[in-house]
């Protein structure tokens, strides 16, 4: 089992910055791909950012494109979203999630969600 618990989230200024932080515990060797997503109120869950266990290949939705940056430090177990540049549409609840490969198209684990909200 994996435990996945997220933090950082908070109120911020538009244009302003956010780190969230994604800390896993338990059978994390089982895990490779570790991704954020994110939910508004009224609409879908989306797509935000992925990074894969060496920390080298990165996906990130053309909305956040050079405003979002992944990264992951192994040694602590953490998988890090740097926000940039806010806007109030990035208002949202933020979760990491991870799933053991890419040959697997459902992420396995969720975390509990952190709320981020851009004021304008």
């Known amino acids: 089992q994996v435990q996945l618990v997220e933090s950082g989230g908070g109120l911020v200024q538009a244009g302003g910055s956010l780190r969230l932080s994604c800390l896993a515990s338990g059978r994390t060797f089982s895990v490779n791909v570790m991704a954020w997503f994110r939910q508004a109120p009224g609409k879908e869950r989306e797509f935000v950012a992925a990074?894969?266990?060496?920390?080298?290949?990165?996906n990130i939705a053309d909305s956040v494109k050079g405003r979002f940056t992944i990264s992951r430090d192994n040694a602590k177990n953490t998988v890090d979203l740097q926000m940039n540049s806010l806007k109030p549409e990035d208002t949202a609840v933020y979760y990491c999630?991870?799933?053991?490969?890419?040959?697997?198209?459902?992420?396995?684990?969720w975390g509990q969600g952190t709320q981020v909200t851009v004021s304008s």
């Open positions: 999630a991870g799933k053991r490969s890419d040959l697997v198209r459902e992420y396995d684990y």
């Open positions: 990074i894969r266990g060496s920390g080298g290949n990165t």
